[in-house]
């Protein structure tokens, strides 16, 4: 069974500073996908930034950006430029070629006005 | 266009008792997720639907689960003689299909057996 790590229950920043949360895992395979997801008090998982393990170069999107050290299996989020609305809770998410998502434990992110 | 919708949203019910929780993906994809989120055990797969294909029972945690999806659509997960350790959030997500590696969540439901 792949296991992800994401070591920061919580995180708390000021709005318009920079936010990084960690995410490790752990897997043989060598062909797979990691994923960030947001979850707000909603409820509904929203779809951050999808990365390829085959794919060197880090995925951005707008002010979200990965760090993806496929060797030491680690692949961080990178918030910028914080806004109020990025307060949410943060799951990183693993699949391999069986297409069932294997998440972390979350990190809480609460941005500060 | 529309999302992934579940209902009901919240289910209040008594320990013992069954429950139905729906699904309805988004129109046109193909493959079908249901998860379960609970403070105990965190986001963790259950089952998922292919087309025509056998689903992917492998997450189910016991023979009390059981889940269908009629005309490849429509999703219903049965939870039987509920316990208290089935509360949670249960999370139905959709793609296009099983390679398209991004999956499409609705809001959930909220199960609490008392």
């Known amino acids: 069974a792949q296991t992800v790590t994401q070591s920061q229950p919580e995180m708390s920043v000021q709005e318009a500073e920079t936010v990084t949360l960690s995410c490790t895992y752990d897997?043989?395979?060598?062909?797979?996908?990691l994923f960030w997801y947001k979850q707000p008090p909603s409820r509904q998982m929203i779809l951050v930034i999808r990365?390829?393990?085959?794919?060197?170069q880090n995925a951005t999107e707008n002010r979200f950006s990965v760090n993806f050290q496929k060797a030491a299996k680690s692949f961080s989020l990178k918030i910028s430029d914080s806004q109020l609305g990025d307060t949410a809770m943060y799951f990183c998410?693993?699949?391999?070629?069986?297409?069932?998502?294997?998440f972390g434990a979350g990190t809480t992110v609460t941005v500060r006005a | 266009g529309a999302g992934v919708s579940q209902s009901p949203s919240n289910k209040v019910t008594e320990k013992g008792k069954d429950v139905e929780l729906r699904c309805d993906p988004i129109?046109?994809?193909?493959?079908l997720y249901w998860y379960r989120q609970s403070l105990g055990q965190g986001l963790e797969f259950l089952i998922y639907?292919?087309?025509?294909?056998?689903?992917?029972k492998s997450g189910l945690p016991s023979d009390r689960f059981s889940a269908e999806r009629t005309g490849g659509s429509v999703s219903t997960l049965t939870i039987q003689r509920t316990q208290q350790e089935d509360s949670a959030v249960y999370l139905c997500?959709?793609?296009?299909?099983?390679?398209?590696?991004?999956?499409?969540f609705g809001p959930g439901t909220r199960l609490t057996v008392l």
């Open positions: 997500a959709s793609s296009p299909s099983l390679s398209y590696n991004e999956q499409f």
């Open positions: 990365q390829e393990a085959y794919k060197q």
């Open positions: 129109s046109g994809h193909t493959a």
């Open positions: 639907f292919q087309g025509n294909s056998a689903p992917d």
């Open positions: 897997t043989s395979e060598n062909n797979y996908y």
């Open positions: 998410a693993f699949m391999k070629l069986d297409y069932k998502l294997s």
